[in-house]
């Protein structure tokens, strides 16, 4: 249950991040310019960028990963908290 948060919560800032680039495109955009052209290339790149992010994700070998374990020797290891 707590890896699919590595996917969604990645998601929803990048879909945070989008739709306040969407509306400032539609917004402030000049009439007459590229923008309507820019927004679809923006949904095209995104959407693949989601895609390639999912396939991603289901393709780690999450029941083989040690999670805690790594994130215990990267703290321990760390000079930022540990400093000599």
């Avoid at 990048?14 to 400032?24: D, G, K, P, R, T």
């Avoid at 923006?42 to 959407?47: K, L």
């Amino acid at each position: 249950m707590f890896y699919i948060l590595i996917l969604i919560i990645p998601l929803l800032i990048y879909a945070a991040l989008s739709a306040s680039i969407l509306f400032h495109l539609k917004r402030y955009g000049i009439a007459g310019d590229f923008t309507k052209k820019i927004i679809a290339l923006f949904f095209a790149v995104s959407i693949l960028l989601i895609l390639f992010t999912a396939w991603s994700f289901l393709n780690v070998p999450w029941d083989k990963l040690k999670l805690t374990a790594m994130i215990q020797n990267a703290l321990k290891n760390s000079p930022i908290f540990f400093q000599q």
